[in-house]
């Protein structure tokens, strides 16, 4: 959804009668974008990707019949065998989609998504389906007070984009997270680091790469919500104090290249410098799941989907969970 802010910002600014449509609810069509979402007006314009189009046509003539006065339309759709193919998905499947008027959600909404700021909003719908009321809600400071805020608050925490869907007495709601993208924070240069970046992109992370720890600590803080370190470096005077700022800042990965030497050097260094026993078990050193990696590519991978699995909450933190860290035998890094 974030890639529409842009153009809802627009069709507001014209007081273009504009619709935001989302599921609430699927079953099948095999991987797609959690986030995905599409604006479209009655006169048959679209902008986005939810399934690839198959239901554009479709939607546009739900939001021509909207009703005057309502906030909210959900509609079915569902696809089947041929069709899934010609449409070049990977499977069929079924959902139902909230349609929303432009001036139903906050303008305020548009502003975050394009700034990238980490966010989430909660859409409530009446029994009947046809009212709907959205609030933003950002990162939490203080107890959830509702069931939504929950929810939102342990979608944003996945750093991943993810909608759900939950009953209250009112009726159905829907909660929909988009957080800050990832952001690796590469320390040291060389190919790997290059490899590193290129991957992160391509999973639609930012990157930065910085030479010392001055650079590395700016970095991170200038991307809080969700930096995420990976040291390639060997210098005692750049991994040490880097590793001990991302420890103390609560950053959600940190990762460390090297042998386990390297790694006992470093542990030492931290000790030294008075990181707490429990901190260092959030170090993931050596780095990375354990691919049998040997090619800088082949570690960008491993390295990657370490990250992946530690921000979905996929075994984070914790032993036995394809860890090069937890393997006891040589490691190809």
């Known amino acids: 959804m974030r890639e529409l802010a842009e153009s809802a910002r627009q069709w507001v600014s014209e007081g273009r009668a504009g619709f935001l449509a989302r599921p609430i609810t699927e079953q099948g069509f095999g991987p797609r974008d959690a986030g995905g979402a599409v604006l479209v007006d009655p006169r048959g314009e679209c902008v986005g990707a939810l399934y690839r189009g198959v239901f554009d046509a479709e939607l546009v003539a739900e939001a021509g019949a909207l009703a005057a006065g309502d906030s909210a339309r ?7 065998g041929p069709e899934a193919v010609e449409a070049r998905l990977t499977c069929g499947g079924q959902a139902e989609i909230l349609l929303q008027p432009l001036s139903a959600v906050p303008a305020a909404w548009w502003d975050l998504l394009a700034e990238g700021a980490g966010v989430a909003l909660v859409t409530r719908l009446n029994e009947a389906a046809d009212r709907a009321e959205s609030e933003i809600v950002r990162a939490l400071d203080a107890e959830p007070a509702t069931d939504a805020e929950r ?10 984009a993810g909608r759900d869907a939950l009953y209250e007495r009112s009726g159905l709601v ?3 997270a988009y957080p800050a993208a990832p952001c690796l924070v590469i320390g040291g240069g060389g190919e790997l680091a290059r490899v590193i970046e290129r991957q992160a992109r391509l999973l639609g992370w930012d990157a930065v790469l910085v030479e010392d720890a001055a650079g590395a600590a700016q970095a991170l803080r200038a991307r809080r919500d969700g930096a995420c370190l990976v040291m390639l470096s060997h210098d005692p005077d750049f991994d040490v104090p880097t590793l001990r700022g991302a420890l103390a800042a609560g950053v959600p990965y940190v990762g460390a290249l090297g042998s386990r030497k390297t790694q006992a050097r470093r542990r030492e260094g931290l000790l030294a410098d008075g990181v707490a026993e429990a901190q260092l078990a959030r170090v993931h050193g050596p780095i990375g799941l354990d691919l049998g990696a040997r090619t800088p590519a082949e570690t960008a991978l491993a390295i990657c989907a370490e990250i992946l699995s530690v921000l979905g909450s996929r075994g984070g933190g914790t032993r036995g969970t394809g860890a090069l860290r937890d393997a006891e035998g040589p490691i190809n890094v």
């Open 74 to 80: 959900v509609c079915e759709v569902s696809v089947r």
């Open 151 to 160: 929810r939102a608050a342990e979608l944003l925490g996945t750093h991943r």
């Open 174 to 176: 829907l909660v929909e």
